[in-house]
């Protein structure tokens, strides 16, 4: 029984600076390979998997928006970002041999297919990895609003947000080495004490819709893993 996952359905949060590996900027394939085999392991147990990646390795709107770009624009350039991840992650769950399906909050014919939640289901239900991309398709959001969305519509048992650091801290370990780990939280707390977990409308919605949110370390080996069978990694967000 060690096998078994402790999830049946899930959705990943991958921002897109972890796809930049040691780079500052766009896509290391090496980084894909290393998370699809990661992947694919969740699927090997029978997890359904759905996941939204960012697109901070590319073009974030408020970025744009401070060097002088009309935000709404640089956001539209945002979640097209997303889809390019999508794309390249596609790319690397499939030469992997995982049979992966991209939806997109923005219609792009030819490209990806439009988001559909009952289609997602099912796509889900048949053990296929779906990317949903494009975030929200409106600008002003971000792809953990994005995540906790489509993780609540279709019906993920938790939202794993995956980061750099391992888990939520009282302040930044990087910078004050006194800060201490959380193992647990509920969204009340986090929000209190300001952790910064994610922005305030994906916090809100994920303690609204009563959907736990898991924080751990995707660049350590087989953290992902651990996770999905139930082991303490990382802090887990809950009402
Ligand atoms: N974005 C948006 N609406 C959404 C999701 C994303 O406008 O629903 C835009 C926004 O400009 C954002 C960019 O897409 O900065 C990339 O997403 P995000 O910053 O969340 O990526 P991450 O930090 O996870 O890499």
Redesign the pocket.
Known sequence: ETNKASYNRILLKL???ALMGDENFGIDPKVLDRMALEIGQLVGIGVQVGMVI????L????ALSRAGMDRVT??HM??L??VMNALAMRDALERNNITTRVMSAISMVGVVEDYDRRKAIRYLNQGDVVIFSA????????????ACLRGIEVECDVVLKATKVDGVYSADPVKNPTATKYDRLTFDEALEKQLGVMDLTAMCLTRDQNMPVRVFNMNKPGALVTVVRGGDEGTLIEN
């Open positions: 921002s897109g600076e960012g697109g901070g390795n073009f974030r709107g408020e640089g956001d945002g979640m970002a997303t975030g929200t398709g409106n600008p002003f959001f971000t792809t953990d609003s994005a």
